[in-house]
């Protein structure tokens, strides 16, 4: 598989959580640090992904925004 995003994260799917159209998926990367994304119920049931699966996060992104307290 190619992609071009450049951002490729390797990580472990920690847990997914359903709704009705759309599924939270959060995984650990390998440093230890959680990220979560929000994709497609049917994507999760149609690459059957599992709480354990290997994945890549892959990240392409437009813009950052950086916040202060």
């Given at each position: 598989m190619q992609v071009s995003?450049?951002?490729q994260l390797e990580a472990e799917v920690v847990s997914i959580t359903l709704g009705?159209?759309?599924a939270e998926v959060l995984m650990r990367l390998d440093g230890g640090q959680e990220l979560v994304a929000a994709?497609?119920?049917s994507s999760v049931e149609r690459m059957?992904?599992?709480p354990g699966d290997r994945v890549f996060a892959l990240v392409k992104?437009?813009?950052v925004m950086v916040g202060k307290p």
């Open positions: 995003g450049r951002n009705d159209v759309m994709i497609t119920r059957n992904i599992q992104a437009t813009e």
